[in-house]
Each structure stands twice: as structure tokens, then as C-alpha cells.
């Protein structure tokens, strides 16, 4: 007779505990969110605050570059705007905060 046989009619269903097929379902999902946020959400979150943090700190005379790709440095600071001077023939842009990109600071000259 063969073994596999014999397995195949012996073996009887069981019954399945909703508790166990719902962990099953539920914990994957954690498991993938939980992924996503210590290596996706919250290190892009570290970097705006650490960015947020750098333009309230920023001075007249600092380096910035805008999301545009200009860079220049600060000429005036006015609430939510900033002139910043570009170029030898000190062209001056006026940008909001928003668009700024990162904040080189100024070495001081000592």
C-alpha cells in the first residue's frame, strides 16, 4: 500500500482559529509599515527639521542654495521672503524661505 496514500485518507480538516488567520494577515502588513518608517518616513522628517532649523538660524552674509539651483548669498531677511545676491554683477533675487534648498553658513574671517 502506499504510504501517501494512507496519509491522504486518514487526515481529517482542522479546524482554523480566526485569531491565528488574522494575525496572519494583520502582521506582514505591520511588519512592512514598520519598514517603511525607520527607513523611509523618518529619516526625510529628520532632514526637513534639521533644513528648518538651518533657515530660521540663517543670517545676512550667509550662502544659500534655492531648489532652483541658484546660489548666492543673503542680502535681506524679511519674514518669509529672502533677497539673496547673485553673481559678480550682484544681481539680487528675492525668494521665499520655502525655496531654499540648504543654508551654507559663513566661515567668519578671524
Same mark, same amino acid.
Given at each position: 500500500m502506499n504510504p501517501f496514500a494512507l496519509f491522504l485518507t486518514t487526515a481529517t480538516p482542522q479546524e482554523v482559529d480566526p485569531i491565528t488567520s488574522l494575525l496572519t494577515m494583520v502582521v506582514p502588513f505591520g511588519l512592512? #509599515? %514598520? #519598514?517603511?518608517? #525607520? #527607513?523611509? +518616513?523618518r529619516p526625510q522628517r529628520k532632514k526637513d527639521k534639521e533644513l528648518r %532649523?538651518? +533657515?530660521?538660524s540663517m543670517i545676512v552674509g550667509d550662502?544659500?542654495?534655492t531648489i532652483?539651483? +541658484? +546660489?548666492g548669498r543673503v542680502a535681506n531677511i524679511?519674514?518669509?521672503e529672502i533677497t539673496i545676491q547673485t553673481s559678480v554683477a550682484k544681481t539680487l533675487v528675492t525668494?521665499?524661505?520655502s525655496a531654499i534648498s540648504q543654508v551654507l553658513k559663513k566661515i567668519s574671517d578671524e
Amino acid at each position: 500500500m502506499n504510504p501517501f496514500a494512507l496519509f491522504l485518507t486518514t487526515a481529517t480538516p482542522q479546524e482554523v482559529d480566526p485569531i491565528t488567520s488574522l494575525l496572519t494577515m494583520v502582521v506582514p502588513f505591520g511588519l512592512m #509599515f %514598520a #519598514f517603511l518608517y #525607520f #527607513f523611509m +518616513i523618518r529619516p526625510q522628517r529628520k532632514k526637513d527639521k534639521e533644513l528648518r %532649523a538651518q +533657515i530660521n538660524s540663517m543670517i545676512v552674509g550667509d550662502d544659500v542654495v534655492t531648489i532652483g539651483g +541658484i +546660489i548666492g548669498r543673503v542680502a535681506n531677511i524679511k519674514d518669509d521672503e529672502i533677497t539673496i545676491q547673485t553673481s559678480v554683477a550682484k544681481t539680487l533675487v528675492t525668494v521665499r524661505k520655502s525655496a531654499i534648498s540648504q543654508v551654507l553658513k559663513k566661515i567668519s574671517d578671524e
